[in-house]
């Protein structure tokens, strides 16, 4: 009887410490409160049942487990809407969907908000930027490109593309500044 009461207890806890986490880790597949809060309520469930399979005392087990299976019932609950409603579910980008798996691990609501506003402003900042110096920040940071590459292909040299960056970073870094981002 024990085991059980401590089970109950670890649980109790785990859903008290990520409950908001992982509504919001939900919300941002599914776009509704009641639904990512039946997600999670259900994972739980599910957790429960597992009756030892996860170990709770292990912090990082339980963490990758819950977030992992937050995400598996978002996409069980948006796969069962397409089947329902026959719409497609193109615009979802398996790659973005994995990032905001891993930036959402840890983070309350209040962080979620903050890093929206930032990545945003960056966004924002990025788009000002003159059209060469936005180029080549943008062949560097997002398309991963070495210097060298981005001159031969926009037929500038090195010591341009390094100057273009540079810009680029402190004009981000004074924005954010400005805004109390940074």
Not at 41 to 62: C, S, Y
Not at 108 to 124: F, G, H, M, P, Y
Not at 142 to 159: S, Y
């Amino acid at each position: 009887m024990n085991d059980i009461n401590d089970r109950l207890t670890a649980i109790d806890g785990l859903f008290r410490k990520y409950r908001k986490p992982l509504c919001a880790y939900a919300f941002r597949f599914l776009s509704n409160a009641e639904a990512a809060e039946d997600v999670v309520q259900e994972v739980f469930l599910e957790l429960w049942k597992q009756n030892g399979n996860v170990r709770l005392e292990d912090a990082a087990e339980v963490k990758a487990y819950l977030f992992r299976s937050v995400y598996n019932r978002s996409i069980n609950v948006l796969n069962s809407a397409y089947s329902r409603n026959h719409c497609a579910l193109d615009g979802i980008d398996e790659t973005l969907v994995h990032q905001d798996y891993l930036a959402a691990q840890g983070e309350d609501t209040e962080k979620s908000v903050l890093l929206a506003e930032l990545e945003n402003e960056i966004a924002n900042s990025v788009d000002r930027l003159p059209q060469q110096c936005r180029n080549v920040f943008i062949l560097s940071r997002e398309k991963q490109m070495k210097n060298r590459e981005i001159a031969l292909a926009l037929g500038i040299t090195v010591k341009t593309v390094e100057k273009h960056i540079g810009k680029a970073l402190a004009v981000l870094r004074n924005n954010l500044r400005v805004k109390e981002l940074y």
